[in-house]
């Protein structure tokens, strides 16, 4: 007992603290208050809010910004496979097309009562994810694509694909995504399968859960939405503001006329 009270003594003593501007953090409640936790330091919320609230002037003059994501980067060399098979931005890619070499789901993901879950065929690690200046997120992608490529190469970011079966162009397997194993649960089941995708974000310490997910192997492109509402009450208070500034509601999801949910585009790259 006594040691134990000495050992929650200096954290809490720490915890009254916190650290100054500049100083490392894991949570706000690191940092001395009035200063917000971002991307691991210590920080006023206004140099947060700018860095959320992107020149518009900016936007305005990459006219090109949004044909560019998605078209430009595949723009072929080569106009006869182009119509076949569009080409993904993420370059070779583990999912190409199979010539007649499919492999049926075994079912690996059904619930099974008490038994062992088969292993997946194959876990294809993600290696680079990026937002599209489309749809919601607009404004949101200038901040979150430098965390997301910071995350990666500091491997902060794990996801990865668990396919049953074969999986890609032209095969029909059964796939979801995972963060970790513990996103199999016990009756091996998926926590997110393939409609959902948790896209964690390492800045704000924060899973964002994508619904309705499509992911199209070809182009490595993947699209869903994401509960606006539920995402900004997640977020340090702090942030809240700029936040319902930043992410635009543009979806519909309970029929009254007025957009609440935010759709969102990615780049999903494997390694
Ligand atoms: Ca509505």
Known sequence: MTSRLMLSLPLLALAACG????????????CVSGLVCFDGVCQTSA???SAMTPDVSELGDSSKGDSNTSDAVG??????DADLAPASPCGEQPTAPIPGACTASTSIFQAVDGGACSEPTRKLPVGMITMAAEYGFVKMSELANPVLKSGFEKDEIEVALWADGSV???????????RAD?????????????TMFPLYIPAFKLVIEIHEVE??????????IVDRDKLISELDPALRTAAT???????????????????VALTVCFE
């Open 19 to 30: 650290n100054s501007e500049g100083g490392g953090c894991r949570l706000a409640s690191d």
């Open 47 to 49: 140099v947060v809010k």
């Open 75 to 80: 723009t072929p060399r080569d106009s006869e």
């Open 168 to 178: 890609g162009v032209g095969c029909t397997g059964d796939f979801g995504w995972f």
């Open 182 to 194: 513990g996103d199999r649960n016990a009756d091996c089941t998926m926590k997110y399968g393939s």
């Open 215 to 224: 992911f199209d192997f070809a182009t490595s492109r993947l699209v869903g």
């Open 245 to 263: 500034n930043t992410i635009e509601a543009d979806v519909d999801v309970d029929g009254d006329d007025v957009p609440e949910w935010s759709r």
